[in-house]
Every structure is written in structure tokens, then in C-alpha cells.
């Protein structure tokens, strides 16, 4: 079976904006992060999109204008040789209390039910304590910690409650590198 790399958006794969991504125009690559995907992509992993997109909600941008932003984002993977299996957004704010919404492990739930995932073979890459929280309560054999983003800020979250990334990377290039590295091999044990 094939292993199942899931990645947040913003921070990870292009630089996050306090004040949200709200046109394809804002949305800037990190380097080398298309490089990376290219690279799980050639490895034989699946990269599935985990994205809270709480703007929608917010009516800051439409849905049209979020579907922009990834077909820029997803014409930058392809053009680097990578390619994005499936995106899982949640539009909903903070507030609204839906299932999906990081913490929370219902997209990452929702893309096992519809790809036949197994999660002992899959990893999540974020940069805040939201995505390293979901990939636990999801199951995820793997989390990975990126320092691009909030990440900084997300390690001092995540050491106060006590929870501990499996792998802590400068970007997600660095990451890419040892998730090929440790799991192209079939071993997820490492």
C-alpha cells in the first residue's frame, strides 16, 4: 500500500499572511517547497492537502477565488514534477465548532474514507501545533514539525502540553528529504 504524505498549506508550502491568502496574487511559494513535493511524488508517496481555510468563513474570499489560489499552487507543484493527490479544506472559523477543523482529525478522516488509507503508513507535515495535534488524534504514524511558518512559535506550544513531533525540519524541502530518506523503503518503524 502506498504511503500518504498529508501537508498543510500556509507555512508549509507558501508563506502565511496574518491578514489570510485572499487572491492567487498573495500566494508565494517557499523555496524550494514545490521541489519538495516533486520529490515525495518520486519517491511513490500520495501528498494530500490539509488546509484550514477559515477565510471562506469568514467571507474574506469566495470559494472561487480559494479554488484560484490552489489551481496556482497546484500548477507550481506540477510544474516542478510533483503532484497533489486530493486537498481537504475547512472553511469554517473557530467558532463554528465543526469536525473538520484542525485540531481536529476530521479531514484527514475524511481523505482515509475516500483514498482507502492506511494511517500506519502515513505522516503529517505542519507548521503549527494544530497539524502536529490533528495528525496525532488522527492516528498518523508520523508527525513532522516544519520551521517555516509558525513554527517556532508552534514547538513552544507543543512542549507545554507535552506532545513531541517525530521530526523537527528547517522547511519542507528538509523534511521531503527525510521522509524519502526513512520510508520509500516500506519501514515506517524508523
Not at 50 to 57: R, Y
Not at 94 to 104: I, S
Not at 122 to 147: F, P, R, W
Request: aromatic share 6%; proline share 4%; glycine share 10%.
Amino acid at each position: 500500500m502506498t504511503y500518504t504524505v498529508f501537508l498543510d498549506r500556509d507555512g508549509v508550502i507558501n508563506h502565511d499572511s496574518d491578514a489570510y491568502i485572499k487572491h492567487p496574487d498573495e500566494f508565494h511559494f517557499i523555496p524550494k517547497s514545490p521541489e519538495a513535493i516533486a520529490l515525495l511524488s518520486a519517491g511513490g508517496f500520495q501528498v494530500i492537502l490539509i488546509t484550514n481555510q477559515s477565510a471562506v468563513g469568514r467571507g474574506m474570499i469566495s470559494g472561487r477565488t480559494l479554488d484560484a489560489i490552489l489551481k496556482k499552487m497546484t500548477h507550481g507543484v506540477e510544474q516542478a514534477g510533483g503532484r497533489i493527490k486530493d486537498i481537504f479544506f475547512c472553511p469554517h472559523t473557530p467558532d463554528q465548532g465543526c469536525d473538520c477543523r484542525k485540531p481536529k482529525p476530521g479531514m484527514i478522516l475524511q481523505a482515509v474514507a475516500r483514498h482507502g488509507i492506511d494511517l500506519n503508513k502515513s505522516l503529517m507535515v505542519g507548521d503549527s501545533a494544530k497539524d502536529i495535534e490533528c495528525g496525532k488524534h488522527a492516528g498518523c504514524a508520523k508527525t513532522i514539525l516544519v520551521k517555516t511558518g509558525n513554527g517556532e512559535k508552534a514547538l513552544a506550544a507543543l512542549t507545554k502540553k507535552g506532545i513531541v513531533p517525530d521530526f523537527i525540519a528547517k522547511d519542507l524541502y528538509e523534511a521531503a528529504c527525510w521522509i524519502t530518506a526513512n520510508f520509500s523503503s516500506g519501514n515506517m518503524a524508523s
